[in-house]
């Protein structure tokens, strides 16, 4: 069955323990659609546990469901959010090429905004000197600078000095390299979120970081470590992979490393949220769908929005 909708792309977001795979597998079934996944850690070969990566939640009934941007890059790499625009680029227009749907599913925000604003993201080099002039100014002085910028690509809220520095070593960039293609296609994309209650979410991060306990995280963490990746290059990636290996190099005991852990996971929704609230506040419309509700009423009232 493909059902018709007026959108090129179906987002579907929400903060980490939502249930937003599920959904968005249910909704790809439904309307022969392929996802590809907006998680900036899932793109990691052999982080599977830590990541939530659940590949056999692809599967629908039975149905296979493709997915994009999944085990892409090897563990101890790091990958952008440059690279991302890209690789969604490429896995889009493959599925468009096949008249199929596309559904975006994730909670990274950053990588969500790369592809549905329409500008295209330049990896911008440090510019030392220009920081060296800029690091005696106050907050203040730094958002005159920044402002006196005829064209500014970087648009985020600027909060702090670091911030502001580094917004104007963008817009000096530009301004310096006026030629520079910064074209993206806009595409016609609807936001939908799913959303639970906080003490929900919580509980849902509590009992699944058990669970992933239980599965062999830590074994999963030890396996990367012994294949030679470096231990600081594992807490690069936050979360399970920095408390697991802060554990197992001994600079934490297991009980401290478990309470510290779940705590960053609730932390980072928290911000998740906060960031798609920005969304809305920036203009953004999410369709927010309970995460409570039986699947079969989440897809019947998303069916009913996208049509």
Same mark, same amino acid.
Request: glycine share 6%; hydrophobic share 35%.
């Given at each position: 069955?493909?059902?018709?909708?007026?959108?090129?792309l179906i987002t579907i977001l929400g903060a980490t323990a939502t249930g937003?795979?599920?959904?968005?597998?249910?909704?790809?079934?439904?309307?022969?659609?392929?996802?590809?996944?907006?998680?900036? !850690?899932?793109?990691?070969?052999?982080?599977?546990?830590?990541?939530?990566?659940?590949?056999?939640?692809?599967?629908?009934?039975?149905?296979?469901?493709?997915?994009?941007?999944?085990?892409?890059?090897?563990?101890?790499?790091?990958?952008?959010?440059?690279?991302?625009?890209?690789?969604?680029?490429?896995?889009?227009?493959?599925?468009?090429?096949?008249?199929?749907?596309?559904?975006?599913?994730?909670?990274?925000?950053?990588?969500?905004?790369?592809?549905?604003?329409?500008?295209?993201?330049?990896?911008?080099?440090?510019?030392?000197?220009?920081?060296?002039?800029?690091?005696?100014?106050?907050?203040?002085e730094l958002k005159e600078v920044l402002i006196s910028y005829k064209k500014?690509?970087?648009?985020?809220?600027?909060?702090?000095?670091?911030?502001?520095?580094?917004?104007?070593?963008?817009?000096?960039?530009?301004?310096?390299?006026?030629?520079?293609?910064?074209?993206?296609?806009?595409?016609?994309?609807?936001?939908?979120?799913?959303?639970?209650?906080?003490?929900?979410? !919580?509980?849902?991060?509590?009992? !699944?970081?058990?669970? !992933?306990?239980?599965?062999?995280?830590?074994?999963?963490?030890?396996?990367?470590?012994?294949?030679?990746?470096?231990?600081?290059?594992?807490?690069?990636?936050?979360l399970e992979y920095k408390f697991l290996t802060q554990y197992i190099i001994?600079?934490?005991?297991?009980?401290?490393?478990?309470?510290?852990?779940?705590?960053?996971?609730?932390?980072?929704?928290?911000?998740?949220?906060?960031?798609?609230?920005?969304?809305?506040?920036?203009?953004?419309?999410?369709?927010?769908?309970?995460?409570?509700?039986?699947?079969?009423?989440?897809?019947?009232?998303?069916?009913?929005?996208?049509?």
């Open positions: 069955m493909n059902t018709k909708n007026k959108y090129d937003k795979t599920t959904v968005a597998v249910a909704l790809a079934d439904k309307i022969n659609a392929e996802i590809i996944s907006a998680d900036s !850690r899932q793109v990691y070969r052999g982080m599977n546990i830590g990541t939530g990566k659940d590949i056999e939640e692809y599967n629908n009934n039975g149905k296979k469901i493709p997915y994009h941007i999944i085990d892409i890059v090897d563990a101890g790499e790091k990958y952008n959010v440059f690279q991302y625009q890209n690789d969604f680029l490429k896995a889009y227009t493959q599925i468009k090429e096949k008249a199929g749907n596309a559904v975006l599913c994730g909670g990274t925000g950053m990588y969500i905004d790369a592809v549905t604003k329409g500008y295209k993201l330049i990896e911008v080099p440090n510019n030392n000197k220009l920081r060296a002039e800029l690091n005696n100014k106050d907050l203040i500014l690509h970087n648009q985020s809220d600027i909060t702090d000095s670091k911030r502001a520095i580094r917004a104007i070593e963008i817009a000096e960039y530009y301004k310096n390299n006026p030629n520079i293609n910064t074209d993206y296609p806009k595409i016609n994309n609807i936001f939908i979120g799913i959303e639970v209650d906080r003490d929900i979410r !919580r509980k849902r991060i509590t009992e !699944r970081l058990k669970a !992933r306990l239980n599965q062999g995280m830590l074994d999963e963490v030890k396996a990367l470590i012994d294949s030679g990746i470096k231990p600081q290059d594992l807490m690069y990636y936050g001994g600079e934490l005991p297991y009980a401290q490393m478990v309470n510290s852990l779940q705590t960053a996971i609730h932390q980072f929704a928290k911000r998740q949220m906060t960031w798609f609230r920005g969304m809305e506040r920036k203009g953004a419309k999410i369709y927010w769908v309970d995460g409570e509700l039986p699947i079969e009423d989440k897809i019947e009232i998303i069916e009913k929005i996208i049509k």
